[in-house]
């Protein structure tokens, strides 16, 4: 257990020396605060664009702004917040092969899943603060501005693509687990996303694959319920803890 924690604390102390874990709160942040304010600034830039578009013979006609607004752009940059997500902790085994940093430890009896675990902490809490950081922003400036009891489900959808966050991570391990470079886990891990993404397009699948997670906005317009979303949440769960297992054989039969 003390080898465990110690580790963890290594872990995060790595992402402070580095800077990764100011990178990515600065990043959130922004994100939470731009999802309201390009809400807010809609009527404005319609209004600036009025007389350009009205000489073209467009009529623009006068934009209503709700809560809805900012709650779609947070959807919309919810995937450059997972391109972040995944570009930042691509490294996170592979730099620690490169450097041999692990051999030491290894070598003085460190077990491997005990490796897999404190980077898995260390990447999900990371992840977990700043995911519900950026939530809290716009949901507090939403309130603040308009009325969030316009959304419906608001906890659930988000909860939808925290999860999906989760997988992604999951992912850079298992690639990590059997990949040498940073390079390599993150074009593997964008490869399954966009396979996923394919496959989710054949209408009887679209319902069940992690993918489904990320479209929020379909629960907040109420255009679908709760229980669309059980198989998705289910299935993204079962991988995540396969994924895990299969990092840890993986890692544990690697050559370091």
């Not at 391109?83 to 009896?109: A, D, H, P, R």
């Not at 995540?240 to 050559?255: E, P, S």
Request: net charge positive; aromatic share 14%.
């Amino acid at each position: 257990m003390k080898q465990l924690i110690a580790f963890t604390k290594k872990e995060f102390l790595e992402l402070i020396r580095t800077g990764k874990i100011y990178i990515l709160l600065i990043i959130f942040v922004i994100f939470g605060i731009m999802n309201p304010a390009l809400a807010k600034l809609t009527p404005w830039m319609f209004e600036m664009l009025a007389d350009t578009m009205k000489e073209q013979g467009i009529i623009l006609k006068d934009v209503t702004v709700t809560a809805m607004t900012s709650w779609e752009q947070y959807y919309k940059n919810m995937s450059m917040e997972f391109i972040v997500l995944v570009v930042m902790f691509c490294g996170i085994l592979t730099s620690e092969y490169q450097k041999g940093t692990l051999i030491n430890m290894l070598t003085k009896g460190l077990p491997r899943w005990k490796v897999i675990l404190s980077k898995s902490v260390a990447l999900f809490t990371s992840w977990s603060i700043c995911y519900w950081l950026t939530f809290g922003i716009t949901y507090t400036y939403n309130a603040y501005f308009w009325d969030n009891s316009i959304a419906k489900h608001l906890v659930f959808s988000a909860m939808g693509s925290y999860l999906f966050g989760l997988w992604l991570l999951s992912l850079i391990l298992l690639c990590s687990a059997f990949l040498n470079s940073s390079s390599a886990v993150l074009l593997s891990t964008g490869v399954v996303y966009v396979i996923t993404y394919l496959i989710s397009m054949v209408p009887k699948l679209s319902d069940v694959l992690p993918i489904k997670l990320t479209a929020g906005m379909d629960l907040l317009n109420g255009n679908s319920s709760i229980k669309d979303y059980r198989f998705a949440f289910a299935l993204t769960i079962i991988l995540i803890l396969i994924g895990g297992i299969a990092t840890v054989v993986g890692f544990n039969r690697k050559r370091i």
